[in-house]
């Protein structure tokens, strides 16, 4: 007889989603690229994957530091001063570099204070449920990230009351909360930017929306940290003016290229939030060398550097959207450096992101579930430390996708998005 743990093992390899992957892993062996190992990495955005260099268009690192001396200088640094880990929740001890960097954080923001998670997906899982008690609601987006979900089931099963509203619509939010009255407080997750779409929420309505229905703004701004706003603030201030109400979410993680997630706000809502969040009380902090590597990253956002770096990369940006476009692509996204064009059915994706990846570059096929099923996309992530021809080799190598694939044309995003 075999041992429950194997029993509850097959049991899981039989749910739904299990077997989807399986028959994708079974038909597709050689489409599929999740599993293989980044071998080397070069300069240039190169990287080595299965054996063959090939352009890294799959980096979240916007700015491109995550191979800047500076970067890597404080990285050193703090491994050599700190240790390799502070070794201890922060509910007892933080070390210095921990403190600092949350202040030049709230500095760069123009908050009152910030609080260092170590990713976003914990900021969110932390903060959300420590935000409300049984007296509160807590409501979403439809399409807010799966972190926020996450927060979202962690709050309900401690009996607050969660529902999700439709996406970026004011008039459902407001509806939602009448719906759910009466209650003490609301916290009101959103994204700052829906990666995928380009779209932007209409803060200012969701805030106005907030301040009258008791409520206040929390915005998950991961995708817009150091790439968006000015001083790569990300999008709260520039749509809002204020943090007045709101509480910021930002990612240390893409554009900074180190490690870790925060939250900004009020001084008072932090020091509640340090005391409620048990992802930050009950696991450990980012380690040294990528808090000496925040600041360093902070202090490039803030210097006279920062407008010539966003430049390129919003060049690039452009020049790689305006091209697909160009080709008659479905491109979706572009306003953060996440651009997508429609392929459609799983097994199509994966053959186009083969395709790409046989002429020099790598993309992410991103398939069911993360996409809607049939609505599969080639993302591309574009840095700012790109050649100009390595996108145009991009560009030209997507032009010849139409005969390997269908695709549609862009006529489909509107359906798509
Ligand atoms: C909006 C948003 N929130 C959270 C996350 C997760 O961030 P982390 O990897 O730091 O957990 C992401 C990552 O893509 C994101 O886009």
């Known amino acids: 007889m075999p041992a429950p743990l194997d029993r509850l093992i097959d049991a899981l390899a039989q749910t739904g989603m299990t077997r989807f992957f399986r028959r994708l892993f079974d038909d597709y062996p050689d489409l599929l690229m999740k599993d293989q190992t980044v071998e080397d990495v070069g300069p240039d955005r190169a990287i080595k994957l299965a054996g063959r260099w090939v352009t890294n268009f799959g980096s979240d690192s916007f700015l491109g530091l995550d191979q800047d001396e500076r970067v890597l200088a404080a990285i050193e640094r703090g491994v050599r001063t700190w240790g390799s880990h502070n070794g201890s929740s922060r509910a007892f001890s933080s070390i210095e570099p921990n403190v600092q960097a949350e202040q030049q954080i709230a500095q760069w923001l123009g908050t009152e204070a910030a609080l260092i998670y170590p990713s976003v997906t914990l900021a969110n899982i932390g903060a959300l449920p420590g935000l409300v008690t049984r007296h509160d609601v807590l409501v979403a987006d439809q399409f807010a990230h799966n972190s926020i979900d996450e927060g979202l089931k962690l709050a309900k099963a401690r009996g607050v009351r969660t529902a999700k509203f439709a996406h970026n619509d004011p008039v459902a939010l407001e509806h939602t909360l009448r719906e759910l009255a009466p209650y003490r407080h609301a916290v009101i997750a959103v994204d700052g930017v829906y990666s ?42 520039e749509a809002l003016g204020n943090y007045d109400n709101t509480l910021t979410v930002g990612s240390l993680s893409k554009g900074f290229s180190c490690l870790g997630g925060f ?155």
């Open 263 to 417: 939250i900004a706000g009020s001084r008072a809502a932090i020091d509640v939030l340090k005391l409620r969040s048990n992802s930050l009380i009950f696991g450990g902090p980012v380690p040294p060398p990528y808090l000496e590597a925040i600041r360093v990253v902070v202090g490039i956002l803030t210097s006279d550097e920062y407008p010539r770096l966003r430049r390129r990369l919003d060049q690039n940006v452009r020049r790689l959207t305006e091209g697909a476009k160009r080709l008659g692509l479905a491109v979706m996204g572009g306003l953060v450096p996440i651009v997508s064009v429609l392929v459609g059915a799983e097994e199509a994706t994966l053959q186009a992101g083969r395709f790409l990846f046989e002429r020099g570059y790598y993309v992410q096929s991103v398939v069911f579930p993360a996409v809607p099923h049939g609505a599969g996309v080639l993302r591309m992530q574009v840095n700012a430390n790109h050649h100009p021809q390595q996108i145009d080799g991009l560009l030209d190598a997507l032009a010849l996708l139409p005969r390997v694939v269908p695709m549609p044309d862009a006529t489909a995003v509107a359906a798509a998005a």
């Open 196 to 237: 995928m779409s380009g779209r932007l929420p209409p803060l200012d309505e969701f805030r106005r929306i907030a301040d009258q229905y008791n409520g206040c703004l929390y915005v998950d701004d991961a995708h817009a940290t150091g790439v968006l706003g000015q001083a790569g603030r990300g999008t709260v201030l």
